[in-house]
């Protein structure tokens, strides 16, 4: 047995989708342990939920530079976009969306409890970029955004949902969402 922590994002709560995304997660046999309602977040938590290392700024850069490249895009349209065009500097710029992202309304955390929950819920939520998304997964189901289409806006990828990595990341996680906090 084991509990992932899951948390049901603005773009979630604001299209309704509470009900129908626990649903699916009861449906598999995960059992819901608790609930808790952030109307909104403050900042403290999600800086503390998105601890991001060098190496994660580095590589959501690269992945975002990947993105426009196979949506056609040039890094003329990079530098549109972000002001930046190296990995780190964009990197920033997206975590400085994200931070916005998760503090513009609502949030859900949920603890999720059962065999193999994180491994599991995981593999439910799909792809980071909901374009990329199977079908039949959480994020491919109910969200096309990816990152050219949301940084022409100047805004996050909104994808729905977050689900914790690892058994290290699940128990930060739920202490800091229900437990210590900030
Ligand atoms: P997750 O575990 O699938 O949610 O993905 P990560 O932990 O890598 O990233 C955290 C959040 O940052 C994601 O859910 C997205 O909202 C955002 N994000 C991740 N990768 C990218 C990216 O390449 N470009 C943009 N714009 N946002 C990203
Ligand atoms: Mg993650």
Redesign the pocket.
Known sequence: MSQSLVLL?PDAVRRGLIGRILQRLEDTGLRIRNIKMYDPPDYCHILKH?ESTDE?LF??????I??FVSAGLTLEEVKRDYGVTDEMG?GRV??N??IE?LTSGTVVAVIVEGNMAIEKV?LM?G???PAMAAPGSI?GDYGTDN?AF??ASKR????L???S?SPETAEKEIDLWFGSGC
Do not use: F, M
């Not at 590589?59 to 975002?64: C, L, S």
């Not at 996050?156 to 994808?159: A, D, G, L």
């Open positions: 994002k998105y994660w590589n959501v850069g690269k992945k975002t990947e993105d964009i997206v975590k969306r994200l992202y995981r939520i792809h980071t970029i994020r990152a949301a940084a996050s990828i909104e994808n949902i977050h689900a990595d």
